[in-house]
């Protein structure tokens, strides 16, 4: 079984998390803590498989507890569930080893992926000796699989593909939503949103629901600069 500890302020949310991680019969939340220096200071004399971790925490936050984990050389993987969801933030993280990044709100079954993500990799580490086309699967780089060779295999257009991404990267950073990347690439807002999707999938780029546009909530796009 899996030891996880959550590091979230926000009772509810922190309840949430304990809820959706004890779906799992192989997963055990053994503590919960309020702000990144009581975590630290826990894990001084204990361990953890797992870490499910908010950003924005009084005393100290996400990045702090992070920093300092990784400078301890414990063996912990971290999943952040957040609402960062700008470039600065998630580059950040990324760099510092994060197993996967949701950002709030998020549904069960994106962070029960998250969750089967993590047992995956711990899986895939017990082993001793990798082949390197096991290695590669295990860093998700499988050779003769390449973005464009999957979206094919999906139904996609290459070359619409590369359009889309290729003016997702010239506007890097910008939040930018189908009905605009439609209007500035020629094609219709229902084959964007696909396509889209996919490039989400493929962690590619980031969406998020932006709320504040006075009426329904619109999906933006961002693509990041790793």
Known sequence: M???????????????NKQYVEVNPLLKVVHHFSNGHEALAYLKDHTADLAIMDVYMPVMDGMDLL???????KEIDVIMVTAANDSTHIQHFLHLGVIDYLIKPFEY????????????HRKRLSQEIFSQQQLDSLLDC????????????????EKTLATILSYMKQHSGEPLTSEKIADQVGLSRVTVRRYMNYLVDKKQIISDIDYTTGGRPS???????I
């Open 2 to 16: 899996y030891k996880v500890i959550i590091i979230e302020d926000d009772p509810m949310v922190a309840s949430i």
């Open 142 to 157: 499988p050779i003769g699989h390449t973005l464009e060779q999957e979206a094919l295999s999906k139904g996609l257009q």
């Open 67 to 73: 920093k300092e984990i990784r400078k301890t050389q």
């Open 219 to 225: 999906i933006i796009y961002k693509h990041l600069r």
């Open 109 to 120: 079954k994106r962070f029960n992926h998250a969750l089967q993500r993590f047992m995956e």
